[in-house]
C-alpha cells in the first residue's frame, strides 16, 4: 500500500490516472495537488473528493514550503509528476509559465521528495515518476526510424525545452543523489477530459458549432497518437515495476498525419449524426445537421513557428521489459472520443463559454488562411 501525490492531477491525463489508479490499485491512498491553471478541471473528481476517497490539495508546485508540509504529513512512497504547462502554440505566444513550472517547479518537487526521502529513510521504497514527451526529441523525417530512449535531444519549442531541461535535471538527480525516479516519453494522447485547445477536442467542438476546422501549414505533419487510456495503464506499470534511473518510451502504434485525424473526426461526426437524428436539433450550425460534409469546414492556415514534422515512438524497450502493450485502434478510439464530446457537452461548454474564447481570437486570428477545402476521403 501506498500514499502516493498526482501532479497535475485536474489535467487531461492527470483526471484519467486518478481514475485508472483507484481501478488498478484500490488499496492506495490518492493525493492530488494542482494550481487550477486554465486546463484544469475538477468535474471528473468532484464525487471522489466529496466523498473523501481522494484528497485534493489546490497548490502550486513552486511552493516549497507547501509541498514540504504535504510530504511531512502523508509521506508519500509514489510521486507522479504531470503538472506542466502543456500546449506548444501557448509556449511560443508567452514562453515564461512553462520554464516556471516545468523547469523550476520539477526541481522544487524532485527537491522536496528527495529531502524527505533521505530524512524519513524512504528512498528504497519510493518511487518518482517524471511524465514527459516525445518532443524532446525534436522532429523526425518521413522514413527516419522511431525514437527510442537512446535518442539525441533535440528540443524545437520553447515546451519541447523546458520538458527537455525537465528530463535533464531528473536524471542528474538519479546520477547524484540516488534519487529513485524514472522518466516516461509519450506521444500525443487523446480521449476524455482533454482541454479543447488541443488538436482532436477543437476540431470535434468546431464541427459540431460549425466553425472552420483549422489545419496548420498542409496537414501533413504526423503524430503518433496514444489513447490515454492505454497510457495511464503504462504509466502505473512503469512507476510499479519499471528499473530505478531508467527512461521508457509508450507510444499508440497510430501514426496519422493531421489531414487524416480531421477528415476521420469530420467523418466520424457526419456518420454519427446519420445514426442519431436528435443531434441535428442539438447542434443545428454542424454541417451534417442539413446533410453536408463536416470536410466542408476544414481551412489550412498558417503554420505553427518550428511545427515538428514527425513524431514516433519505438516502444520496444516497454514491451520487452514491462509487458506494457495495451493498443486502442484509432478509428475506434477516435469514435469513442467523439461521441465522449457529444455526451459531454456540459462539460466542454464551460471551458468554451469563458476565457478559451480570448486564446481562440489570439491564436488563430492572426493567422491567414491559405486555403479552405473540403478534404476527400
Ligand atoms: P494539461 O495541461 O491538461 O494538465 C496539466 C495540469 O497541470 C493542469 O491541471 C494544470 O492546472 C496543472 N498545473 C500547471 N501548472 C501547475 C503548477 N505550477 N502547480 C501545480 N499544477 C500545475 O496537460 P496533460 O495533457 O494532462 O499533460 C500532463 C503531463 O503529460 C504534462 O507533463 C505533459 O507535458 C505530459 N505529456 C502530455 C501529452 C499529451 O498529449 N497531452 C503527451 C506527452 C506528455
Ligand atoms: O507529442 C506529445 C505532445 O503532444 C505533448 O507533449 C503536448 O503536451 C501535447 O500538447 C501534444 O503536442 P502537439 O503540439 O503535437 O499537440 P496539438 O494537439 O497542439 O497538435 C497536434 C498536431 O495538430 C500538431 O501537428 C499541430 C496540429 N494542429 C494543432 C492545432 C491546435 C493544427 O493543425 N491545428 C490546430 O488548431
Redesign the pocket.
Known amino acids: 500500500m501506498h500514499t502516493v501525490l498526482i501532479t497535475g492531477g485536474a489535467g487531461f491525463i492527470g483526471q484519467n490516472l486518478v481514475h485508472a489508479w483507484r481501478d488498478a490499485r484500490p488499496s492506495d491512498r490518492l493525493v492530488v495537488i494542482d494550481a487550477m491553471t486554465y486546463a484544469a478541471n475538477l468535474r471528473s473528481l468532484e464525487p471522489l473528493i466529496a466523498e473523501r476517497s481522494i484528497a485534493f490539495v489546490r497548490g502550486d508546485i513552486n511552493d516549497a514550503a507547501l509541498i514540504r508540509a504535504l510530504f511531512d504529513e502523508h509521506r508519500f512512497t509514489r510521486v507522479a509528476h504531470l503538472a506542466?504547462e502543456?500546449?506548444?502554440?501557448r509556449s511560443i505566444d508567452d514562453p515564461e509559465a512553462f520554464l516556471q513550472t516545468n523547469v523550476l517547479g520539477t526541481f522544487t518537487l524532485l527537491k522536496s521528495a528527495l529531502d524527505h526521502w533521505r530524512e524519513a529513510a524512504l528512498l528504497d521504497r519510493s518511487r518518482f515518476l517524471h511524465v514527459s514527451?516525445?518532443?524532446v526529441y525534436g522532429s523526425l523525417g518521413l522514413d527516419d526510424p522511431a525514437f527510442t530512449e537512446a535518442s539525441p535531444y533535440r528540443p524545437n519549442s520553447p515546451?519541447?525545452a523546458s520538458?527537455a531541461s525537465s528530463d535533464h535535471l531528473v536524471r542528474s538527480f538519479v546520477a547524484t543523489y540516488g534519487m529513485p525516479a524514472l522518466i516516461t516519453n509519450?506521444?500525443?494522447?487523446y480521449g476524455p477530459y482533454q482541454h479543447p485547445?488541443?488538436?482532436?477536442p477543437?476540431m470535434i467542438i468546431h464541427a459540431l458549432e460549425g466553425k472552420p476546422l483549422?489545419?496548420?501549414?498542409d496537414?501533413s505533419?504526423v503524430?503518433d497518437w496514444l489513447h490515454v487510456s492505454a497510457h495511464c495503464e503504462a504509466l502505473i506499470n512503469v512507476i510499479e515495476r519499471g528499473r530505478v534511473g531508467e527512461t521508457y518510451n509508450i507510444g499508440g502504434g497510430n501514426e496519422r498525419n493531421?489531414r487524416d485525424v480531421v477528415g476521420l473526426i469530420c467523418d466520424t461526426i457526419d456518420r454519427a449524426f446519420v445514426a442519431d437524428s436528435g443531434l441535428s436539433a442539438r447542434f443545428p450550425a454542424c454541417p451534417a445537421a442539413s446533410g453536408k460534409a463536416c470536410r466542408s469546414l476544414i481551412s489550412f492556415?498558417t503554420d505553427?513557428p518550428g511545427?515538428?514534422h514527425r513524431?514516433a515512438i519505438d516502444a520496444r524497450k516497454l514491451e520487452s521489459e514491462l509487458g506494457s502493450r495495451s493498443h486502442v485502434d484509432f478509428s475506434d478510439g477516435i469514435g469513442r472520443t467523439v461521441h465522449w464530446y457529444l455526451d459531454h457537452e456540459p462539460w466542454w461548454r464551460d471551458i468554451t463559454s469563458g476565457a478559451y474564447e480570448a486564446w481562440i481570437d489570439r491564436n488563430?486570428g492572426a493567422r491567414s488562411v491559405i486555403q479552405a477545402k473540403n478534404l476527400r476521403a
Not at 86 to 89: G, L, P, Q, R
Open positions: 506542466a502543456s500546449h506548444v502554440d514527451t516525445d518532443e515546451y519541447a520538458k509519450c506521444s500525443n494522447n485547445e488541443k488538436l482532436i477543437l483549422p489545419i496548420y501549414g496537414g505533419n503524430r493531421n492556415v505553427r511545427h515538428d513524431y488563430y
